[in-house]
């Protein structure tokens, strides 16, 4: 059985971090790119970062550019997100989710990614 597990949610201050995991078990985690979404209460589930699947190329949306860090650890089976300097719009519920097998291309579509975790709440606030 394919199962995410997403953890290290929680309640952050302005300008705070918190690291985000993504256990994953029932496939071969190393053949299949990841991402993180996030989805804000009444909007649309957005594209966060993706990381390929042999880990050596990743990519951020524009708003989390170079205060956001993905990272994944094949021994270990687990995706991670590491978010420093977060804002108050960086609240919300992130997901994480596993493309189709040897995926490459269009990363940021979400529609690539059959398969999803429960998610694990954000949220940024003094």
């Known amino acids: 059985q394919v199962l995410l597990v997403e953890s290290g949610g929680g309640l952050a201050q302005p300008g705070g971090s918190l690291r985000l995991s993504c256990a994953t078990s029932?496939?071969?985690?190393?053949?299949?790119?990841m991402i993180w979404a996030r989805q804000a209460p009444g909007k649309e589930r957005h594209f966060v970062a993706s990381?390929?699947?042999?880990?050596?190329?990743?990519d951020y949306a524009d708003s989390v550019k170079d205060r956001f860090t993905i990272s994944r650890d094949t021994a270990k089976n687990t995706m991670y997100l590491q978010m420093n300097n977060l804002k108050p719009e960086d609240t919300a519920l992130y997901y994480c989710?596993?493309?189709?097998?040897?995926?490459?291309?269009?990363?940021?579509?979400?529609?690539?990614?059959?398969?999803w975790g429960q998610g694990t709440q954000v949220t940024v606030a003094s």
């Open positions: 029932g496939f071969t985690f190393n053949r299949y790119a």
């Open positions: 990381i390929s699947w042999t880990g050596g190329s990743t």
């Open positions: 989710a596993r493309a189709t097998l040897l995926q490459s291309r269009n990363l940021r579509n979400l529609d690539n990614y059959p398969v």
